[in-house]
């Protein structure tokens, strides 16, 4: 199975820059998915990575390290509506027909004045 | 693009009662759909993978007699809880596998269930 780690919460400051970290263990490494979800919604997609580096997209980055099993999640110009629960999700192709995504507890990201 | 929809958005029913929750892709076909399970504050579980014309597929310690799933057609799987009780109140969410390469999951708006 997939053991994925995040730290639980994090707080910033309005216009300020957060990394929220992911780490991962996995036999078949198919895929690291970045989902925000409000209180009470369904989960949002934000990134995608399967090769290492950095993927940006707007004021949202993700990077990958596929040998260190690690990811983060760069928010930039951090805005009061980015407070919400950020999930790291992984996708093994030995499981589930290659199409499961394993999902991390979250991390409740809290944006203050 | 991309849009999952679920109905009834929450519903409350009386122990030993089943509940019908209907997840649609409304914009695309899904020939896999996903049913989760999130209890507050935790992450989402993974409950069961819906096929579309085939049997569904349940994670260890899910009980397919209880937690009824038909994938129909390509744009409709339905998740029945059948003799509901109160611990299976929880929030339930589905999702589309998407068409793109990279095969992300869109999410229904999900479903609150009560049962009292």
């Not at chain 1, 934000?46 to 983060?72: A, T």
């Not at chain 2, 339905?78 to 009780?85: D, E, F, G, K, R």
Request: hydrophobic fraction near 30%; proline fraction near 3%; charged fraction near 20%.
């Amino acid at each position: 199975g997939q053991n994925i780690d995040q730290p639980t919460e994090m707080t910033a400051t309005e216009g300020a820059i957060v990394q929220i970290n992911c780490t991962y263990q996995t036999s078949g490494f198919n895929g690291l998915f970045w989902y925000q979800q409000h209180a009470g919604e369904a989960p949002t997609f934000l990134s995608y990575n399967v090769l290492d580096g950095l993927e940006e997209k707007g004021r949202f980055s993700s990077f990958l390290s596929r040998s260190k099993g690690y990811s983060y999640l760069l928010l930039k110009e951090l805005q009061m509506k980015d407070s919400a629960s950020y999930l790291c999700a992984v996708r093994d192709k030995l499981t589930g027909g290659g199409n499961k995504l394993t999902f991390g507890t979250g991390t409740q990201l809290k944006v203050e004045l | 693009g991309a849009v999952v929809s679920q109905h009834p958005s929450w519903v409350i029913c009386k122990s030993g009662t089943s509940v019908k929750i209907e997840c649609r892709s409304l914009d695309f076909q899904a020939t896999t759909m996903f049913w989760y399970r999130q209890f507050p504050k935790q992450s989402l579980m993974l409950m069961a993978t819906s096929n579309e014309g085939s049997k569904a597929t349940y994670e260890q310690g899910v009980e397919k007699d209880k937690f009824l799933i038909n994938h129909a057609s390509l744009t409709l799987s339905t998740l029945t809880v059948t003799s509901a009780h109160p611990e299976d109140s929880s929030f339930y969410i589905c999702s589309a596998r998407g068409t793109s390469g990279r095969g992300e999951q869109y999410f229904g708006p999900g479903t609150r269930l009560t049962v009292t």
